[in-house]
């Protein structure tokens, strides 16, 4: 029924380990050098990239295309070493890292109605932004005051947002990190210091300016402490 609303998740394994493709995608990168494994890595992506373009060409055929929004992005960076087919680039660090390589990973959204082909935008977002972007989208509200961690992407693609209207917060087994857009400060463990870049000069994460600007770090510290408050809070029962 086509005019009935609908939502869609969809949770790909691939390229995650253990990859084993099918034999028949597995043979077609089966060149005398690749090795077992590259040939069941990119057969697996192969599987995933004919598993979306599946989806893609059937909302085409149902007629709904133009006006549905598709959302793809990895979860985070490649596992493995340097030697793994996942490479991050530039970017300092892998998967468990909240270096940029284990958490800037690409990501798409494709609202043919809405958004110009071939669009580009720089602005740091994440998945945390799925919701209230969806929220916007159908028009709904939240019944409460409940915090939200995410804010909505229609003013960016509306084309009325050029930065980060607020910061993103992680953490993960002592690891700690606040992104404002273009500043960054990163925390290894609850023992360390914390550092700070700027991701705008400073993409690879090399040159530490907490010693520089002390002032911009003690606020992005305070700014990380008070969402972790929020988030255990939350988790704890408290708003939620």
């Not at 998740?9 to 060149?31: G, K, N, Q, R, T």
């Not at 598993?51 to 007629?63: D, K, M, T």
């Not at 550092?195 to 600007?213: M, V």
């Amino acid at each position: 029924n086509q005019d009935t609303p609908f939502l869609a998740i969809v949770w790909f394994h691939a390229p995650h380990l253990p990859v084993v493709a099918s034999a028949e995608d597995a043979a077609s990168y089966d060149d005398g050098e690749n090795s077992d494994f590259e040939r069941n890595y990119n057969g697996c992506v192969t599987a995933l990239d004919r598993a979306v373009g599946n989806l893609r060409a059937q909302l085409r055929e149902q007629e709904i295309a133009d006006n549905t929004v598709i959302a793809f992005c990895s979860d985070n960076g490649p596992e493995g070493g340097n030697s793994a087919p996942g490479q991050q680039g530039d970017f300092r660090g892998r998967m468990r890292s909240l270096y940029e390589g284990g958490v800037r990973v690409p990501s798409l959204i494709e609202w043919p109605a809405k958004i110009e082909a071939g669009s580009v935008s720089d602005v740091a977002t994440c998945t945390v932004e799925y919701f209230p972007t969806i929220l916007e989208i159908v028009g709904v509200e939240m019944p409460d005051d409940r915090p939200l961690d995410g804010i909505s992407l229609v003013p960016l693609i509306e084309g009325s947002m050029e930065n980060r209207p607020q910061p993103l917060g992680f953490h993960i087994k002592g690891q700690a990190a606040w992104h404002d857009g273009t500043m960054k400060a990163y925390r290894k463990d609850a023992k360390s210091d914390w550092e700070l870049y700027d991701l705008g000069a400073d993409p690879s994460e090399k040159t530490d300016l907490a010693g520089k600007k002390p002032e911009v770090m003690r606020a992005m510290v305070e700014g990380w402490i008070e969402w972790k408050a929020s988030v255990e809070a939350s988790d704890g029962g408290a708003d939620y």
